[in-house]
């Protein structure tokens, strides 16, 4: 009992899917929301290229609203862009001239969501592989309890977000306490598949499914490690540069 | 596409806590009711060793009133047996010629729980480690879609219901169709730590908070591999000897 009394490194937490958020509490602890394939790869690599705030909304129709006040607009559904957005959900399609120094409006169903359950939450930020060691200091020199939200899948639990968050479990290990069987499972599955993560993740279902949207090129990039120097962090409406 | 038409193997899939069980369908499926520590590993042992019916109930209300109707009873709280019942509820009580033949009311939250979610289910059964090779034979006989529903903690996600959900998944894969993350996970997990499954299993917090139970014994034996060519069936009351 004496070690335990002794720790006071704060809690590192995993919450594997949206559908299991009610046994986490935000309250005064920092959040980093993971929806790997794509919303926050999308949200860190546009930061990085010079966009100056990325807002996430859920629906069509609340970028719709947006739209008609003047804002750029990117959205898909079913892997098209929609018509009269400006963009799709391409991280591609945030790195250039036409972008730098916009607040863009983002729809992402299931990063958004988490975003909106994270209400409470000291900071909310978006983590990805894409920015992965900003993130990993980011949270260190917070010292503070921290939740890696996975956004899953309409709910689903998905692979490559878990990844992710064992990414950062394994990082960290050292200086927060793992107190629950999910974050340790997330930092065994990272550290045994991390040679193989593209090979292991095109297993995947989440990464089927995807692939039949035809956005391969994407999903590459999601998983890749550029090594973006930027931390998204939530102002409370969109995601601005730290 | 004419792969996926073509291919007719049933789908098996796992269900990480009871907390994501809305997320499966068990009408017509066969469910495999984990609960390693210590609830299936129990009822394997004890339908091996000649007991007749587990009868799982949730409640110490509840078993009280088959205790007053005669009936044998099991259980503890926090770890101790509960004074007037007749057992608690290691596995090594129910082993020896006073139980042989008879039926016994069992106890158990989580895996009572995951039974009565199961109703619609083609078959429900209790998997653990201590009749693993039983459980593989009768899944893969079946031929159907099979749930592999893990009791977990209170709703939350275990290591050790996942990993033998994991060794099922990894023994079947030929057999069965994965399609979606949870299921491939479970079974990446297994496949990393099976060599070290008990030293694992110890660093989780599921382990260490049964473990200040004094219950060290019975973890060691619902981690160990002693092959009972037992299928704990339930029969609508309880578990019987398929």
């Not at 990325?54 to 970028?63: F, H, K, L, S, W």
């Not at 990805?128 to 917070?142: H, L, P, R, T």
Request: charged letters at 25%; aromatic letters at 8%; proline letters at 3%.
């Amino acid at each position: 009992m004496t070690n335990t009394l002794e720790d006071n490194r704060p809690i590192l937490e995993v919450c594997l899917t949206p559908a299991l958020w009610d046994q986490h509490d935000p309250k005064d602890k920092n959040v980093v929301v993971i929806d790997i394939i794509r919303a926050t790869s999308t949200i860190a690599s546009a930061l990085h290229h010079g966009v100056k705030k990325m807002i996430p909304v859920e629906t069509v129709e609340e970028a719709n609203t947006w739209l008609e006040k003047g804002y750029l607009v990117a959205g898909e559904r079913d892997g098209i862009k929609i018509p009269h957005f400006h963009f799709g959900n391409s991280p591609f399609e945030f790195m250039g001239e036409d972008v730098r120094g916009k607040e863009i409006i983002h729809t992402t169903t299931n990063g958004t969501r988490c975003v909106l359950k994270s209400k409470g939450a000291r900071n909310i930020v978006a983590g990805s592989f894409v920015n992965q060691d900003a993130i990993f200091d980011w949270i260190k020199k917070e010292n503070r309890n921290t939740i890696l939200f996975c956004a899953g899948w309409k709910d689903h639990y998905v692979m490559d977000d878990a990844l992710f968050a064992g990414a950062v479990v394994r990082e960290l290990a050292d200086d927060f306490r793992i107190i629950d069987d999910s974050t340790l499972s997330a930092k065994l599955l990272y550290k045994h598949v991390r040679e193989n993560m593209l090979r292991t993740v095109k297993q995947a279902t989440h990464f089927k499914r995807l692939q039949r949207l035809g956005i391969e090129n994407d999903i590459k990039f999601c998983m890749s490690n550029p090594q973006f120097d930027v931390v998204p962090i939530f102002d409370g409406v969109g995601f601005v540069k730290l």
